[in-house]
């Protein structure tokens, strides 16, 4: 049975939606109740990004560039000390509620972009 490149994207950013609930469920009892707006906000960004990226090289490099950045971020309000809360739990939930959205939207209601479809396809790789 050939599976086909529209849902290897589904199938693999529903693991990847799963995966980063799960690290939401693990580092839950570390989250503040009162930074729940964490979640919507990345949640709002992440699903911009996402679709961008779905679209466009350079929504992918926008994708890319936007994570390096938030990670950059935590490492560097972690090394100074001004991380007041731990906000990763809700940075998780945000990540998964994006992800779950644009591939629901994109892949379920409506067709993974063609873009997207290339870039799972390893026969594009080769003619690229």
Not at 36 to 61: K, M
Not at 66 to 94: Q, S
Request: charged share 15%; aromatic share 16%.
């Amino acid at each position: 049975m050939r599976i086909g490149p529209g849902t290897k994207v589904v199938l693999l950013d529903a693991f990847l939606a799963a995966s980063t609930f799960l690290q939401y469920w693990l580092t839950r009892q570390f989250t503040t109740s009162d930074d729940w707006w964490i979640a919507g906000v990345v949640a709002l960004v992440t699903f911009v990004l996402f679709t961008a990226a779905d679209r466009s090289r350079v929504g992918l490099w926008a994708l890319v560039a936007a994570g390096l950045l938030a990670m950059a971020a935590f490492v560097w309000m972690g090394a100074t000390g001004t991380l007041g809360t731990y906000p990763f739990g809700w940075f998780f939930l945000g990540l998964t509620i994006a992800i779950a959205v644009n591939r629901f939207a994109f892949g379920v209601v409506r067709p993974v972009p063609e873009a997207r479809r290339r870039r799972v396809d390893p026969s594009y790789w080769v003619n690229e």
